[in-house]
């Protein structure tokens, strides 16, 4: 059961220009949520997450935006960079009636983000 | 430098070769795991442990071993059992087990020859 989606396999986009990147989940215990950025041949680095407490949570460029209603939420690159082209994973802590479990998280599938210059 | 540190970069196995990854982190993180990532998927679990002497299996426990006789150390055992080994493998460590930022190694490349 994936409980994490992201629909979307990839994304180009021009340098200087907007990005956002979409998650979708369907586990509505979910209470936090975080974004992960990986290059190639690289591990993961975390780069911004949020509460479900909150609907928005900026830090610099990177902006995310959550729906609970929808159950989705989306991260915004303004202006997105060429730098900025690697996969990128939305992750949620495990959730069910016996509380979250912060330390097992599931991913989506990651999104694929390339800005041209 | 504080970091984890993932080692070999790439492994080959041959059938029915047991091999070991290594997991190394000087972050005294109490927490560590370790993930499979395959093309098109996500990162999925494969064994935590949240205190020394202690691991728990994860989504995909089949065919793996692990060890955590050492705070800084996880070593993952890739069995003959596990019968489509070839992915890549990251280690994580978090500074407890309730805690919701992971960070991640380098990774590792295991190969079947």
């Known amino acids: 059961d994936q409980q994490v989606k992201q629909n979307s396999p990839s994304l180009s986009v021009q340098e200087g220009r907007i990005s956002i990147l979409n998650c979708d989940y369907t586990n509505s215990m979910f209470d936090y949520f975080l974004w992960y950025k990986k290059y190639p041949a690289e591990g993961p680095t975390f780069l911004i997450s949020?509460?479900?407490?909150?609907d928005k949570n900026e830090d610099g460029r990177f902006t995310v935006f959550l729906n609970k209603s929808a159950k989705h939420l989306s991260l915004h690159i303004v202006p997105s960079q060429p730098g900025d082209s690697a996969v990128y994973f939305c992750?949620?802590?495990?959730?069910?009636?016996?509380?979250?479990?912060?330390?097992?998280?599931?991913f989506g599938q990651g999104t694929i983000l390339t800005v041209h210059p | 430098d504080g970091g984890i540190t993932q080692s070999p970069k790439y492994l080959f196995r041959k059938e029915g070769q047991n091999v070991t990854l290594s997991c190394e982190q000087n972050l005294n993180h109490d927490a560590m795991y370790w993930y499979r990532q395959d093309p098109g998927q996500g990162l999925r679990l494969i064994y935590y442990?949240?205190?020394?002497?202690?691991?728990q299996k994860g989504d995909i426990a089949e065919g793996y071993s692990v060890s955590r006789e050492k705070k800084e150390s996880f070593p993952l055992t890739v069995t003959s059992a596990q019968k489509n080994p070839t992915a890549f493998y990251l280690c994580?460590?978090?500074?407890?087990?309730?805690?919701?930022?992971?960070?991640f190694g380098p990774g590792t490349r295991l190969l079947v020859l």
């Open positions: 442990s949240q205190i020394v002497n202690d691991f």
């Open positions: 994580a460590s978090s500074i407890q087990g309730s805690a919701v930022t992971q960070y």
């Open positions: 992750a949620a802590p495990r959730a069910n009636a016996g509380g979250t479990s912060y330390g097992k998280l599931t």
């Open positions: 949020i509460s479900s407490i909150k």
